[in-house]
């Protein structure tokens, strides 16, 4: 029978229904539910946990798991679906948490920022397992998500005598840092932001993580007002490229925090195009989870935020994150409308005489097209297979690919784009030059560590085969896809 952790309170009352609705969904037997779960407690270091299908049956049966069950369950049926499947939708009670444990929700302080990011990264580093860091780390959504967000907007208390005490970020010691030091930094963030982009967030995450761990220990330091904005701006990045990363290979509760995490620098450098920009890759991993309205909320966090300082190249970026939300949660109108506004505004980009930061270099007219093309590509499959979004994407799309076929340095945009090209004629109903486009993919993944490009061709691939299998071709690169695509990328 199940051990200390495995047990629970039995409510007496009826079957779980929530609960058992997404099992029978899932597939699994009881017997490989209790194995899923007595396997991730191990890699969580949870060895008191020893679960069994009788143990299965009383959850079903209404019975309460206690920690951390619930959330190994909500962990395991999220990345059955593909999307965020809480506690709560299992129908499971979940316990009262302290801000500092909940995930998100964490104080708006610089000496709390730093310390939560050292101790996140160095856990990172030191576990290294599939991205379970400890019981704590689960994915938030809705409320839970959006709420502590929004206070980014919220001023940092300065010199309020009714205001929360700040302690500087200070330690005993006074800062050697040199201006070199401090540029070889910056320029070490743009060039593995550089290697992400070409090679894939498989092959750099542990030193993005070891080098953002480096970063916090400079902000324990004693540092001049000016250095420490600018370490923090440092942070923000590398937190954000490590959550990038993360989100690339598959560690979607990682991810996450590592984005919060960027969130909370980018407010103590002062940085709201930075902050503007993390809320947009949180915006694209909600959308990813099949969380649109999420999306949605956080984009407009982030234009709202950055309304007044953003530079052409950003607000174009984040109206065509907004276009994407909208046609996620199937609103065509607004998301055209967006498309529009993702155009006009990359159409000022460059004219400012300011040089732009680094980490918006990656929108380039390629970029744009490929977001827009996806947007009327969503839009398409939202409004059932529809062939007119369809055809609205194609150009656009064909665009993208051409671009980024002559771009050595975004290899892992140009796998994405031959597969989105893909599923276009898939909605076409053109399977024979959906598989050629699948097949070029196909070489580009094998170069690149992405999980993410991995999983979008397979998905394809298997839309294909279900729709399309008695076409030669199809069945073709089915063989061909399990031969030359390892089933999961080890994250690294």
């Known amino acids: 029978m199940g051990g200390s952790g495995a047990g629970g309170t039995n409510t007496g009352k009826r079957p779980n229904g929530h609960l058992a609705s997404w099992f029978v969904r899932s597939g699994w037997s009881k017997g490989e539910l209790a194995r899923q779960v007595n396997r991730r407690a191990r890699q969580m270091g949870a060895h008191h946990i020893s679960t069994d299908t009788s143990r299965v049956r009383r959850w079903l049966d209404g019975e309460q798991p206690r920690e951390p069950i619930p959330r190994i369950l909500s962990e395991l049926f999220s990345e059955r679906f593909g999307s965020v499947v809480s506690i709560e939708d299992l129908g499971l009670r979940t316990a009262h948490q302290s801000p500092s444990v909940s995930g998100v929700d964490l104080p708006w302080a610089g000496p709390q920022t730093v310390a939560l990011i050292s101790e996140f990264s160095r856990s990172d580093l030191m576990l290294a397992r599939r991205g379970f860091l400890g019981t704590s780390l689960a994915l938030a959504a809705g409320p839970a998500l959006v709420e502590p967000m929004q206070r980014w907007l919220v001023p940092i208390p300065s010199g309020d005598p009714g205001g929360p005490e ?12 040199s201006g070199p030091e401090l540029e070889l930094l910056e320029s070490t963030t743009a060039m593995f932001r550089q290697w992400d982009a070409q090679c894939g967030g498989g092959l750099r995450r542990k030193a993005v993580v070891g080098q953002l761990h480096e970063v916090t220990d400079l902000l324990q330091e004693t540092q001049p007002e000016a250095t420490a904005r600018r370490l923090f701006r440092c942070a923000a990045e590398l937190a954000e490229l490590a959550g990038w990363m993360s989100y690339d290979v598959g560690l979607q509760p990682n991810a996450q925090k590592y984005f919060v995490l960027a969130l909370h620098a980018a407010k103590e450098a002062g940085d709201k195009p930075l902050g503007s920009y993390i809320l947009s890759s949180m915006s694209r991993q909600m959308i990813h989870l099949g969380r649109p309205d ?39 109108g607004k998301c055209k409308r967006a498309v529009r506004m993702a155009e006009d505004a990359f159409s000022d980009a460059g004219l400012d005489s300011e040089p732009e930061p680094d980490w918006i270099r990656f929108f ?38 051409d671009l980024f076929e002559k771009d050595d340095e975004h290899q892992r945009s140009y796998a994405l784009n031959l597969i989105g090209m893909a599923t276009v004629h898939l909605l076409k109903k053109e399977p024979e030059q959906s598989t050629a486009l699948a097949q070029q993919a196909l070489k580009v993944a094998r170069k690149v560590r992405s999980e993410r490009v991995n999983t979008r061709l397979r998905k394809t691939v298997d839309t294909a085969a279900r729709d399309f299998g008695d076409v030669a071709g199809v069945a073709e690169l089915t063989d061909l896809l399990t031969a030359q695509l390892p089933e999961s990328a080890e994250a690294v």
């Not at 970020?169 to 006074?174: E, G, I, M, Q």
């Open 166 to 177: 700040i302690e500087p970020v200070a330690s005993h010691r006074p800062s050697k840092l």
């Open 294 to 332: 999420d999306a949605l909320e956080l984009i407009h966090l982030a234009q709202y935020g950055s309304r007044d300082c953003a530079t052409p190249r950003t607000q174009a970026m984040l109206y065509a994150m907004e276009a994407r939300a909208y046609a996620n949660t199937g609103q065509p």
């Open 364 to 401: 380039t007219e390629a970029e744009l097209n490929a977001e827009n093309a996806h947007s009327y590509r969503d839009l398409a499959y939202v409004a059932g297979r529809s062939p007119t979004y369809a055809s609205l994407a194609e150009p656009l799309m064909r665009r993208a690919v």
